[in-house]
């Protein structure tokens, strides 16, 4: 089974902008606490390489710690690594794939959006 491609390509995938949110951890709070207010469990976190990096790098609760598809962990969700993502992009899935988030990061595209 293919997990990124179920994600990236879902077409049931929800667009958010994020405009609240201190730190990058209040960023991350806000895709879990989505999937979470849909009576599910965040399985599954898919971003690129940098802001993958970003990740391990600024949340001390998560682990780099390979193993199959996977890179590590944050919380309940494994990460995967997906180049097909842009650095304002990290995708949020259930592990059913029924509820798939796509939070965009760019500040300049949340400004503007009318939300």
């Known amino acids: 089974m ?3 491609p179920d ?3 879902s077409k049931i995938k929800t667009s958010l902008y994020c405009k609240g949110g201190e730190t990058f951890k209040d960023l991350l709070n806000y895709g879990f606490a989505y999937i979470e207010q849909k009576d599910c469990i965040t399985a599954y976190i898919v ?15 998560s ?4 193993e ?11 990460l995967l690594l997906s180049d097909k993502l842009f650095d304002s992009q990290i995708l949020f ?12 990061l760019n500040l300049k595209e949340v400004e503007n959006a009318n939300i």
């Open 2 to 4: 293919e997990i990124v």
């Open 47 to 61: 971003s690129n390489s940098r802001v993958m990096k970003r990740i391990l790098g600024e949340i001390q609760d």
């Open 63 to 66: 682990e780099l710690k390979p």
């Open 68 to 78: 199959k598809h996977y890179i590590g962990s944050l919380w309940t969700a494994k």
């Open 7 to 9: 994600i990236i390509y």
């Open 93 to 104: 899935s259930d592990n059913a794939f029924s509820v798939v988030v796509n939070l965009n």
